[in-house]
């Protein structure tokens, strides 16, 4: 039910990626994508951000997939894969009333 690797393990906190963690919940893994993308941000390490939004395959959970688009929202014009993550999620998850990604493009 993950939607990414192990934030943990990315090069910026000195580890490789690693299968996700099934085991982590939904705030477990919340905290785990802003910890990640703060620590990267504060390291300029934009291109490991951008892999990390490119690498994400599981849309089957909105809350992950917001948590991803907020976290990387004040860094959006380094990151290119953003957009394009932003765009699979729109189709994913129709909002009629555009409210669900109101202020994250």
């Given at each position: 039910m993950a939607a990414a690797q192990d934030l943990g393990s990315c090069p910026a906190r000195g580890g490789g990626s690693t299968p996700?963690?099934?085991s982590m919940n939904v705030d477990e893994q919340l905290d785990l994508i802003f910890d990640t993308f703060n620590d990267l941000f504060w390291a300029n390490n934009f291109e490991q951000a951008d892999k990390i939004l490119s690498e994400v395959e599981?849309?089957?959970?909105?809350d992950?997939?917001?948590?991803?688009?907020?976290?990387?929202?004040?860094?959006?014009?380094k990151l290119p894969n953003r957009r394009q993550m932003l765009q699979t999620a729109q189709k994913r998850f129709p909002d009629p009333r555009g409210e669900?990604?109101?202020?994250?493009?």
């Open positions: 996700p963690r099934l599981d849309y089957s959970s909105i992950l997939i917001i948590g991803y688009l907020v976290a990387s929202l004040p860094a959006k014009d669900l990604f109101q202020g994250l493009s």
